[in-house]
């Protein structure tokens, strides 16, 4: 795992990052979530990059919600494990 991809999902499980699907408008992305669990701006590309890779690798995955919300982006099992050996 590179040391982008550690700290993406550190992000991901301080409840930091948000992935937007593109219903409402704007392009499809991560963003970042404010205390408050709205959008708070896009991620930088190393970022989205290192998040894609981590929801293939099944360490990751976003929460589907109803409507047009911004879905939070959740730590699996498998992450958890990976983040205990850190």
Do not use: Q, Y
Not at 21 to 43: C, I, K, Q, T, Y
Not at 53 to 65: H, P, Q
Request: aromatic share 6%; charged share 25%.
């Amino acid at each position: 795992m590179t040391e982008d991809e550690k700290r993406a999902l550190g992000h991901v499980a301080a409840g930091a990052l948000l992935f937007h699907n593109g219903l409402w408008g704007g392009p499809m992305g991560f963003l970042w979530s404010d205390e408050r669990g709205s959008a708070a701006g896009r991620v930088p590309e190393w970022e989205s990059t290192a998040l894609t890779l981590l929801e293939r690798r099944g360490l990751v995955s976003i929460r589907a919600c109803l409507g047009t919300r911004d879905l939070p982006v959740v730590v699996t099992d498998a992450g958890v494990r990976v983040l205990r050996t850190r």
